[in-house]
Nanobody, 120 residues
């Protein structure tokens, strides 16, 4: 079992950067793939990217080249570095633990979500 808590969100100007962190508890963290999702009001929860146990990453086309996911299994942390932020990146961001995939159904454990707002 894994418990997840996001931090690092907030308000940022377009073109700026933020780094989101996700702290995990549980003894089996390194066995999980970690995903990042985001959800704007009234919209579906969309895949952002994921990282597997060996460090292989995959990203949605909308963030490719701007966002980078990393993990530190020893610290039980996963990160989402967001650069060149756009207004359309505004959403609540969630980290998740589960099997490798790009669907919410691939993930069993979720953080509480954290707001990222990009202003013009």
């Amino acid at each position: 079992q894994v418990q997840l808590v996001e931090s690092g969100g907030g308000l940022v100007q377009a073109g700026g950067s933020l780094r989101l962190s996700c702290a995990a508890s549980g003894r089996t963290f390194s066995n999980y793939a970690m995903g990042w999702f985001r959800q704007a009001p009234g919209k579906d929860r969309d895949f952002v990217g994921a990282i597997n146990w060996s460090g292989t990453t995959t990203y949605a086309d909308s963030v490719k080249g701007r966002f980078t996911i990393s993990r530190d299994n020893a610290k039980k942390m996963v990160y989402l570095q967001m650069n060149s932020l756009k207004r359309e990146d505004t959403a609540v961001y969630y980290c998740a633990a589960g099997s490798w995939g790009d669907s919410v159904s691939n993930y069993n454990y979720w953080g509480q979500g954290i707001q990222v707002t990009v202003s013009s």
